[in-house]
């Protein structure tokens, strides 16, 4: 049976939240992978909770005390000496300067910008890829909202700094999705770190040349391998859902619904308990959806999320 080290890793993160920097530490002489990057953590000892060793090791490694810090994504790698779960929190308050005490260098890097130090530890790669994805996931609505006022509010959002558009509108006739959709494109075109997803449709993604696709629920649990995008999402709403996703190796996954909603008022939600119980294992960075508002974002992170999804009431 494989032995896995239970691992806690930090992401400390500071400046503007939509492009925020983070840290990576450099391992020092005498230890495996000497002079890799890495998040900074450790081993999650006997008694103690993932968050407790956090704590204790932020403190011995970078001389700081946590003040915040959110669960994010929970990643299993096998090294050439060791099996480690590494348990990630996005840490966004602390007392103290980080220092390198324990490790030979300390750098900031921009999230969604190309590393300046290698080699980084193999492990941190998805990681590096999750932190360029943003707090909010705007699902189109044009059904309801009619298709120029949805795309007078996407072009509003957009100056207004949202960066990811999942094209929904599935009941448009196929000829209006196409054309709302090239719209969209070429909205999000004017905003060179905007990404746009379409949802379920593979032909008509490649089509527009849009950044990705976002796979439903029932697509995903047909799929045998992943689409040949660059950017892929899915729907999921349980544990199964969640390992298919995985398993695909996509870049995120939406979770939900985690409370009522208008578009489903009979279902009650998961509410934040279930959905923390299901991402705590998830290595997927997950968007909350489902009866949620901007102002729910903090609670979100607190569960786990990586951001929030909105039909109705992104900004």
Same mark, same amino acid.
């Given at each position: 049976? +494989? ?27 005498g230890?495996?992978?000497?002079g ?16 407790? #060793? ?7 490694e ?22 480690v ?9 602390w &007392?103290?300067e ?17 590393a ?8 941190n ?5 999750a932190?360029a994805?943003?707090a ?31 094209? &929904? ?11 709302? @959709? ?5 909205? #999000?075109? +004017? ?15 490649? @089509? ?36 298919? #996703? ?9 979770l ?11 279902? @009650? ?6 959905? #923390? ?6 290595p997927?960075?997950?968007y ?18 990586h ?9």
């Amino acid at each position: 049976m +494989t032995v896995i080290t239970e691992v806690a890793a930090a992401v400390l993160l500071r400046g503007d939240p939509a492009a925020p920097q983070f840290l990576l530490a450099q391992r020092p002489p005498g230890k495996p992978y000497a002079g890799y990057w890495e998040f900074p953590g450790g081993k999650v000892e006997a008694g103690e909770t993932a968050y407790c #060793a956090l704590q204790r090791e932020l403190q011995e490694e970078l001389g700081i005390g946590v003040e915040q810090a959110w669960p994010w994504v929970c990643c299993e790698f096998t090294y050439p000496h060791a099996t480690v779960r590494l348990r990630f929190f996005r840490v966004n308050a602390w &007392r103290g300067e980080p220092t390198a005490i324990e490790h030979s260098a300390l750098v900031w890097l921009r999230a969604g910008q190309t590393a300046s130090v290698a080699p980084i530890l193999p492990a941190n790669g998805p990681i590096l890829r999750a932190l360029a994805l943003p707090a909010v996931y705007a699902l189109t609505n044009a059904s309801e909202n009619g298709v120029e006022a949805e795309l007078e509010r996407i072009g509003t959002a957009l100056r207004n700094g949202l960066r990811l558009i999942q094209v &929904r509108d599935k009941t448009l006739p196929a000829d209006d999705r196409r054309d709302f @959709a090239c719209r969209v494109m070429q909205l #999000a075109a +004017t905003h060179p770190a905007a990404r746009v997803l379409v949802n379920d449709d593979l032909q008509l993604a490649t @089509a527009i040349a849009a950044h990705g696709i976002h796979l439903s629920s029932a697509h995903l649990r047909q799929r045998a391998k992943r689409p040949p995008l660059p950017l892929v999402a899915a729907s999921c709403h349980d544990a199964e859902d969640l390992a298919q #996703a995985a398993h695909l190796q996509l870049d995120f996954a939406v979770l939900g619904p985690v409370l009522p909603t208008p578009s489903h008022p009979q279902a @009650a939600g998961m509410g934040w308990q279930r959905f #923390a119980d299901l991402s705590r294992r998830s290595p997927l960075p997950l968007y909350a959806l489902g009866g949620l508002q901007p102002g729910l974002l903090a609670e979100a992170c607190r569960h786990g999320a990586h951001g929030i999804a909105m039909l109705r009431r992104w900004p």
